[in-house]
């Protein structure tokens, strides 16, 4: 079974910065439009990043854009997500997932369009 591994994640202050990687073994994620979704406690789930598969199209959350940069190497089969001045709201469990259905982003992405999601990696950002 298909499924992308999140890493990256955990605890940072106000201000600080993350990396998370998106991988998988068995998949290559080059053949994908590739998104970042995060979830908080209590809130839905929502696209925060996604990037086309070779076209360099992409997608950023209003409240991401400036501070976060996706990126992929498909020679190393990852998908990046770098995150700068990191806020107390970004705080979530973060996952990526491939789209299924197009090959470059468009708007804002449709969740349901993507699959193979992993089991996410927490981001907690306090002081």
């Known amino acids: 079974q298909v499924q992308l591994v999140e890493s990256g994640g955990g605890l940072v202050q106000p201000g600080g910065s993350l990396r998370l990687s998106c991988g998988a073994s068995g998949f290559t994620l080059g053949d994908y439009a590739i998104g970042w979704f995060r979830q908080a406690p209590g809130k839905e789930r929502e696209a925060v990043s996604c990037?086309?598969?070779?076209?360099?199209?992409?997608y950023y959350l209003d409240s991401v854009k400036g501070r976060f940069t996706i990126s992929r190497d498909n020679a190393e089969n990852t998908v990046y997500l770098q995150m700068n001045s990191l806020k107390p709201e970004d705080t979530a469990v973060y996952f990526c997932?491939?789209?299924?259905?197009?090959?470059?982003?468009?708007?804002?992405?449709?969740?349901?369009?993507?699959?193979?999601w992993g089991q996410g990696t927490q981001v907690t950002v306090s002081s």
């Open positions: 997932a491939a789209n299924l259905m197009r090959t470059r982003v468009d708007g804002r992405p449709i969740t349901h369009e993507y699959a193979y």
């Open positions: 990037i086309g598969r070779s076209d360099g199209s992409t």
